[in-house]
């Protein structure tokens, strides 16, 4: 299918972020776009024109990353507060925290099927936790340093994590062994991730360098030295054909694998950029960094048929029982002689659509722990959760919401948030500035309010470990007194 490639530009801009924006992921539908910063906030976009945006509170410290369940009913974040987050995202903040990690969560991934959560933590583990019960399944702990990144393969029977110990390593799933252990003495991986059809996985490395490794082989098909400092995420086109970067040096650049050759470097972020995202079609990506803001792109240079390499890449998903890497067959060869020229793209210049005002953002807080307990398993089952993007206009209340939530929501607030959603509304700077300042106080308090919540779980179970220590110590004695009169 011959075709001319048309250069990607930029379509909008998300402002809402105050501090940097750590990562980027589009939902299973397209229609939104969710976001996390160090700010301490999950920011969902709705990429229609002049939607509001929506601000969840739930963490305590900067979140690091986020995603959406590929069945588009959850959303999982992580954050240096030592824990991973489920939210339903929807109105009412329905999110239950993920507790095992003791230093700061860098990563999050489900499983293919929804079921599973991968996660990965500056305390060397990987965890590997069940969505429907909410808990630790298993741990993999033979990194010796922070781990970065942990990904899911397609058919859910590999995990791949990098660590800044400068492994990569493969880990089999169904028998919780490590099965490939890949050492890069040049630097260490920040990110990591399979490509569509997992025959080879990606790396973003410390060393300004990006390289594509064959799991088969376990060797090196491709590197590319096209930035200037380090490279913090990469994002695979659906076709597997392109893959796009996004280092500290400020730039994302788009580079063919098949000729393997740098394509586009794109400006537009004022300092480094930290995560990049493809739409699932491929005709959309997303940028997030430093600046705090949110650049949304068209692909354009997606000009050729995918549909039967897509339609290939998707039977990975039911493939045979174990060995696991036999069957991951290589690629084709690639040239390795990377050619730096590439087309420079300015969006100052050529952006299509500057004019689109910044978002109304809606602040949504989290429930509370005692309701997030009691609704907790409800987060597993498609049926009580609502997708924010089943509605293309914005976040909508669930249509039956599920029991541990209708109680708290009566009619007249659904109708309230119906209408909140839905109208523009019109607010003068010194009532939005007011309204700012008391969400900022709102904030003090809910963070005053978990902390104080841990504190109480703690002396809970101080108190319940002296009890017990004291039954035991109550149990040995009589068994000696019994002995001593039998003597």
Excluded at 453 to 467: I, Y
Aim: glycine share 4%; net charge neutral; hydrophobic share 35%.
């Amino acid at each position: 299918m011959a075709s001319v490639l048309e250069d990607p530009i930029l379509i909008r801009q998300f402002k809402g972020h105050k501090d940097a924006v750590t990562c980027v992921a589009f939902s299973p539908n397209t229609k939104v776009l969710a976001t996390s910063s160090l700010d301490r906030f999950l920011m969902i976009w709705n990429l229609r024109p002049n939607s509001k945006a929506f601000r969840f509170v739930g963490h305590m410290e900067g979140v690091t990353s986020v995603e959406f369940s590929p069945d588009g009913q959850l959303l999982a974040s992580a954050s240096q507060d030592r824990t991973a987050r489920l939210w339903i995202p929807c109105i009412h903040g329905e999110s239950t925290p993920l507790k095992g990690h003791t230093a700061s969560v860098r990563s999050v991934n489900f499983s293919h099927d929804s079921q599973y959560l991968v996660t990965a933590s500056n305390d060397r583990l990987v965890k590997v936790w069940s969505i429907y019960s909410q808990s630790v399944l298993f741990t993999f702990s033979q990194h010796t340093h922070w781990v970065r990144c942990a990904k899911y393969s397609r058919d859910g029977r590999l995990i791949v994590s990098c660590s800044e110990d400068k492994t990569v390593k493969v880990w089999d799933v169904r028998n919780r062994i490590c099965v490939d252990n890949i050492i890069d003495s040049d630097g260490f991986a920040n990110y990591v991730d399979f490509s569509p059809d997992g025959t080879c996985i990606a790396c973003a490395g410390s060393d300004h360098t990006v390289k594509i490794w064959d799991l088969r082989t376990n060797k090196l098909l491709q590197k590319h030295q096209v930035h200037r400092a380090a490279i913090n995420y990469t994002a695979f086109h659906p076709s597997g054909n392109y893959l796009i970067t996004a280092s500290t040096d400020g730039t994302v650049k788009i580079i063919d694998l098949l000729g393997g050759r740098l394509l586009y470097t794109l400006h537009g972020h004022e300092g480094p950029v930290l995560s990049v995202a493809f739409a699932k079609g491929g005709e959309m990506f997303a940028s997030g960094g430093v600046d705090t803001q949110v650049l949304l792109w068209k692909t354009n240079f997606d000009v050729f048929e995918y549909k039967k390499i897509l339609k290939k890449n998707m039977r990975r998903i039911h493939i045979d029982e174990p060995p696991h890497l036999l069957d991951i067959y290589p690629r084709s060869p690639h040239r390795h002689n990377v050619k730096p020229q590439s087309v420079e793209i300015n969006p100052s210049y050529d952006v299509t659509d500057m004019q689109t005002f910044d978002p109304t953002v809606i602040d949504i807080s989290s429930s509370s722990s005692s309701s997030q307990a009691k609704a907790g398993p409800s987060l597993a089952h498609p049926s009580m959760s609502q997708d924010v993007v089943n509605n293309e206009d914005s976040l909508q209340p669930p249509a039956s919401p599920p029991p541990a939530m209708s109680k708290r929501i009566s009619q007249t607030e659904n109708k309230y948030l119906v209408h909140a959603v839905n109208e523009p509304v019109g607010i003068s700077p010194v009532l939005s500035n007011a309204l700012e300042h008391i969400v900022e106080q709102l904030d003090v308090l809910t963070l005053t309010i978990s902390i104080l919540e841990q504190r109480l779980a703690l002396t809970e179970d101080k108190l319940k470990e002296c009890l017990e220590n004291q039954q035991k110590i109550l149990l040995s004695t009589r068994n000696e007194n019994k002995q001593y009169q039998c003597w």
